[in-house]
């Protein structure tokens, strides 16, 4: 079995081609919580497949979590997605990629340059505070799409200097906290200068940190946005696997454009030859 292994700003992916693969659906889960598993596969954050298209766009994205879990986008997986699509043919330089939380428009800028449209906050809770072990945490709500991708925007100075255990401890934490019913991704960040942030995402799926979040950066950008503290036009994140830049676009007080744009990065090209592994 073929695959192509990418990453974009330090999110690793596997990628196959269920076009040509035609693998069952319901193997697909198994298939990721196999392959991810960083020691005895493959590894990567996600499992990404190429399928065929059911709404009118170029093709779909399928996207499982390295527990299995099927989730609704992914921003970087986006743009690697995008690339891969392009590279094989699949799509031009400009292309719609069908997500389970809706159509998704990317386009090529470079070789490895790649530009997609985020899908639009659907919801928006900008004064949001949650409180874990007695304290409380200034927090925005966003959630990407419908259905909505939901993320926890949370400010925290100096998250760089905490030891990794508390870090993990609170990122867990307020990721199964109870105001946000459909779990979170958690995204801390601290504003370092003029449209400049640090970010760090703790991933639902994942139930780690890691070295991006495409969706993550764009509901932060979102949040400090429409709060004013930051202007929208390419904002730059730095997260721990490079750097993001986002834009978004205000219309009567609510964000109507929200645009990734980052690097990608063939890092493998192979075949499967798992042992362990076995899809009938």
Request: proline fraction near 4%.
């Amino acid at each position: 079995m073929q695959f192509t292994k990418m990453q974009g700003a330090g999110n690793d992916f596997i990628v196959i081609n269920n076009l040509e693969l035609k693998i069952p659906l319901e193997e697909l889960p198994q298939m990721a919580s196999r392959l991810c598993k960083r020691g005895l596969s493959i590894g990567g954050n996600a499992l990404m497949v190429v399928d065929e298209p059911t709404t009118g766009g170029d093709f779909k994205m399928r996207f499982y979590n390295a527990d299995g879990s099927i989730a609704e986008m992914c921003g970087n997986g986006a743009r690697c997605i995008a690339r891969y699509a392009y590279e094989h043919k699949i799509a031009g330089e400009s292309m719609t990629i069908e997500t389970v939380a809706g159509d998704v428009l990317a386009w090529r800028q470079s070789k490895r340059l790649y530009k997609i449209k985020l899908n639009r906050p659907e919801e928006v809770r900008l004064d949001y505070p949650v409180e874990v072990d007695g304290k409380e945490y200034e927090c925005s709500y966003i959630e990407l799409g419908n259905p909505g991708i939901p993320h926890a925007v949370v400010r925290l100075n100096g998250f760089k200097e905490l030891p990794e255990k508390e870090l993990f401890d609170l990122g867990k934490k307020l990721r199964y906290h109870s105001a946000f019913p459909k779990g979170a991704n958690v995204n801390f960040y601290e504003i370092v200068g003029k449209d400049l942030i640090l970010e760090k995402t703790f991933e639902r799926g994942v139930e780690d940190f890691t070295l991006a979040c495409g969706t993550g950066s764009g509901s932060v950008v979102t949040a400090l946005t429409l709060k004013g503290l930051v202007s929208g036009k390419n904002v730059k994140l730095t997260v721990p696997g490079g750097e993001l830049f986002v834009d978004a676009i205000v219309e009567k007080g609510f964000i109507e454009d929200l645009y990734l744009i980052g690097d990608t990065n063939i890092v493998a090209v192979g075949e499967i030859t798992d042992e362990d592994f076995i899809v009938s």
